[in-house]
T-cell receptor
């Protein structure tokens, strides 16, 4: 079946511009995560969506970052007024989880969007 | 921070040898998972071990978990050149996942 897809795969933008990154999770997965990975580093948690609950935004590095998830499926991560330090690979993942206290399942990752801010 | 930390940061071995990577974390966990990443792109789930389990096997992979020491190890037996990748451990507290900075494994043919 189809996995997690992300678009674009690569994005080069000028400092100060806004960018939108898209994630299509696996159908039926209620949990969706965004991570950022700088070159040679680990994954930095950004935001987490679970069903219709309010998202956990505790990892967003600044108010220039925001994310939405429409209809419990597709998600968009928006970075406003991009800075050079925003250059990284942005990874999206989805997983199955149950209502109530979430039971963690393995995450399925998309291929990522490589963002370069010049 | 609950973030897992892998050790060593880099490991280079010959094909056929075993590779052992370690992960340490700081607080109580629900599960611990190991992931693999090729070429800085998407991660692939390898194995999950629950907090009440001590050891788990999957093919050439063996994972151990010691909750008293807050540590886990991933053993890859009879390594192959295709195992060359970065390996990450991830812990969770039901809602959020915490990844370490990874071990970069190089398997020389």
């Amino acid at each position: 079946g189809a996995g997690v897809s992300q678009s674009p795969s690569n994005k080069v933008t000028e400092k100060g511009k806004d960018v939108e990154l898209r994630c299509d999770p696996i159908s039926g997965h209620t949990a969706l995560y965004w991570y950022r990975q700088s070159l040679g580093q680990g994954l930095e948690f950004l935001i987490y969506f679970q069903g219709n609950s309010a998202p956990d935004k505790s990892g967003l590095p600044s108010d220039r970052f925001s994310a939405e998830r429409t209809g419990g499926s597709v998600s968009t991560l928006t970075i406003q007024r991009t800075q050079q330090e925003d250059s990284a690979v942005y990874l999206c993942a989805s997983s199955v989880s149950l209502g109530g206290r979430t039971i963690s399942y393995e995450q399925y990752f998309g291929p990522g969007t490589r963002l370069t801010v010049t | 921070s609950q973030q897992g930390e892998e050790d060593p940061q880099a490991l280079s071995i010959q094909e056929g040898e075993n590779a052992t990577m370690n992960c340490s974390y700081k607080t109580s966990i629900n599960n611990l998972q190991w992931y693999r990443q090729n070429s800085g792109r998407g991660l692939v789930h390898l194995i999950l071990i629950r907090s009440n389990e001590r050891e788990k096997h999957s093919g050439r992979l063996r994972v151990t978990l010691d909750t008293s020491k807050k540590s886990s190890s991933l053993l890859i037996t009879a390594s192959r050149a295709a195992d060359t990748a970065s390996y990450f451990c991830a812990t969770d507290d039901f809602n959020k996942f915490y990844f370490g900075s990874g071990t970069k494994l190089n398997v020389k043919p």
